[in-house]
């Protein structure tokens, strides 16, 4: 589940990265939980959003400050640098992997199943119809993580990364 990135990541020695080689990972994901349940409690969307991106923060920072370390032991001038760098790359990813588009996949997610219960053909009970578009949602965000997370490393490294 690592990036792509060369240096731009939050990496340890054996490649494990912390927020995205554990279950951490799905921290990034808490908007994805808030986006499936907002027409139950609208109130949880915002929380669960200020939850991802600060998982984003949390890695982003981590990812600069590991680039840090590993450039001053290597005596490199270019040490900020290569901290600012990781950092905004990881930001970047974290962004677009974990928060916004898995949020917009999931919001469509639910607002298709949400008209495909109203527009059922059969007569649907009021229960069912207010909780399988959350169930639907919910279920689906295992199903997106991965596909995700590849898309965006493609797409950086087809953009900007190149620069590398």
Known sequence: ???????????????????RDSPLRYMGYA???????????PGLV?????????????????????????ATKKNSPTAALDS?????DCLIW?????VMIPGATINAIVRASRFAVARS??????????????IVGLGS?????????QGVDILMDATYRQAD
């Open 1 to 19: 589940m690592t990036t792509t990135s060369g240096n731009n990541t939050s990496e340890t020695d054996d490649g494990y990265n912390v927020f």
């Open 121 to 134: 053909p059969v007569a649907v009970p009021i229960s069912i119809a207010k909780w399988a578009p959350t």
């Open 31 to 41: 908007n994805e939980v808030g986006e499936s349940f907002r027409y139950q409690f």
């Open 141 to 149: 965000i295992p199903l997106i993580i991965h596909p995700i997370d």
């Open 46 to 70: 915002t929380p669960s959003y200020v939850l991802a991106f600060g998982y984003c923060f949390a890695d982003a920072i981590t990812s600069g400050h590991d680039a840090y370390d590993r």
């Open 84 to 88: 600012v760098v990781s950092t905004f």
């Open 94 to 98: 974290q962004s677009l992997a974990s």
